[in-house]
């Protein structure tokens, strides 16, 4: 203790100036925007650095399960691709969905064979959380990247999340498991009766479909995919299956509260595409429209 105590006072005057420096610093970023925005931007940076890193190093520990999960995922995107009615274009690692218009105008000018949809661009999750209420991924990709604001994160087993926040070289995506999260889902079997599916929390395997009339005989098993009534996700990703019975919802007693068991499990995700709608812009301008007529 006697020695720690002549070391403390030999060198006081230089403890002394790194706290002050230290206190300074605090004072400077946490009451002044722009340097308080400055350091958030360059922490933000380190940060997701640091993630990335950190992320090669176990991407290289499990590289084996990872090889045979990406052979599974490749087998399944081939039967999803045979079955389907739209072609995915390859451009480095970025694809386009597009349509074939089976309209046969007589004039050639109006035909239109091919029309981009969306476009998917790879991306890797850096920093996943699952344990909260409101749940957050990292990715390491950004606006350098082509990515959007309020874009869809899909994987080929299911949905992941919705950018929100974008950096140059990375961006924050708020998970499924997140409190505010909504998304529109249907059940093909009944005719696309669609719904709102929320996370109340507690199992990260599990989510709740609401607003689906009580008149469908839904039963467990039965698939749930995207809607496509929103300009998010394009109709026809798979979200998972019915896990139980559905319950008549308390608050509402012509609908069901459905458990659905996500077929993407949150806590694995590694590997995911991003899903630009390309046509966002003319829709959101179409409705702006709208909106100001009335």
């Not at 109709?235 to 012509?254: A, L, M």
């Given at each position: 203790?006697?020695?720690?105590?002549?070391?403390?006072?030999?060198?006081?005057?230089?403890?002394?100036?790194?706290?002050?420096?230290?206190?300074?610093?605090?004072?400077?970023?946490?009451?002044?925007?722009?340097?308080?925005?400055?350091?958030?931007?360059?922490?933000?940076?380190?940060?997701?650095?640091?993630?990335?890193?950190?992320?090669?190093?176990?991407?290289?520990?499990?590289?084996?399960?990872?090889?045979?999960?990406?052979?599974?995922?490749?087998?399944?995107?081939?039967?999803?691709?045979?079955?389907?009615?739209?072609?995915?274009?390859?451009?480095?690692?970025?694809?386009?969905?597009?349509?074939?218009?089976?309209?046969?105008?007589?004039?050639?000018?109006?035909?239109?064979?091919?029309?981009?949809?969306?476009?998917?661009?790879?991306?890797?999750?850096?920093?996943?959380?699952?344990?909260?209420?409101?749940?957050?991924?990292?990715?390491?990709?950004?606006?350098?990247?082509?990515?959007?604001?309020?874009?869809?994160?899909?994987?080929?087993?299911?949905?992941v999340g919705i950018l929100r926040y974008i950096d140059s070289d990375f961006s924050m995506a708020m998970s499924i498991l997140h409190s505010q999260t909504k998304i529109?889902?249907?059940?093909?079997?009944?005719?696309?009766?669609?719904?709102?599916?929320?996370?109340?929390?507690?199992?990260?395997?599990?989510?709740?479909?609401?607003?689906?009339?009580?008149?469908?005989?839904?039963?467990?098993?039965?698939?749930?995919?995207?809607?496509?009534?929103?300009?998010?996700?394009?109709?026809?990703?798979?979200?998972?299956?019915?896990?139980?019975?559905?319950?008549?919802?308390?608050?509402?007693?012509?609908?069901?509260?459905?458990?659905?068991?996500?077929?993407?499990?949150?806590?694995?995700?590694?590997?995911?595409?991003?899903?630009?709608?390309?046509?966002?812009?003319?829709?959101?301008?179409?409705?702006?429209?709208?909106?100001?007529?009335?």
């Amino acid at each position: 203790m006697g020695n720690l105590l002549r070391l403390l006072f030999k060198n006081g005057g230089f403890v002394v100036f790194v706290l002050t420096q230290v206190v300074c610093f605090f004072i400077i970023v946490a009451f002044n925007d722009k340097q308080g925005a400055v350091w958030g931007h360059t922490a933000g940076k380190i940060g997701g650095s640091i993630l990335e890193r950190r992320q090669k190093t176990m991407d290289y520990i499990g590289l084996n399960a990872r090889v045979d999960s990406l052979v599974r995922e490749n087998a399944l995107l081939q039967e999803q691709l045979s079955n389907a009615k739209s072609v995915q274009v390859p451009y480095r690692d970025t694809f386009f969905v597009v349509r074939f218009d089976s309209l046969i105008a007589q004039d050639s000018i109006r035909r239109k064979t091919v029309r981009p949809l969306y476009e998917f661009i790879a991306a890797r999750v850096i920093s996943n959380n699952i344990s909260g209420s409101s749940n957050w991924l990292m990715l390491n990709r950004g606006a350098n990247d082509k990515l959007a604001k309020n874009t869809g994160i899909v994987t080929p087993k299911g949905i992941v999340g919705i950018l929100r926040y974008i950096d140059s070289d990375f961006s924050m995506a708020m998970s499924i498991l997140h409190s505010q999260t909504k998304i529109s889902a249907c059940l093909p079997k009944y005719g696309n009766a669609f719904g709102s599916l929320i996370w109340e929390g507690g199992d990260p395997e599990i989510m709740l479909l609401k607003y689906i009339p009580k008149h469908f005989p839904v039963k467990p098993g039965d698939m749930v995919e995207t809607s496509g009534l929103s300009q998010i996700f394009p109709k026809g990703i798979p979200i998972g299956k019915v896990e139980e019975e559905p319950v008549i919802d308390s608050e509402n007693p012509y609908f069901f509260n459905i458990k659905i068991r996500l077929s993407q499990s949150m806590a694995t995700v590694q590997d995911v595409h991003v899903v630009n709608n390309l046509f966002t812009d003319k829709i959101e301008a179409l409705e702006q429209r709208v909106k100001n007529e009335q």
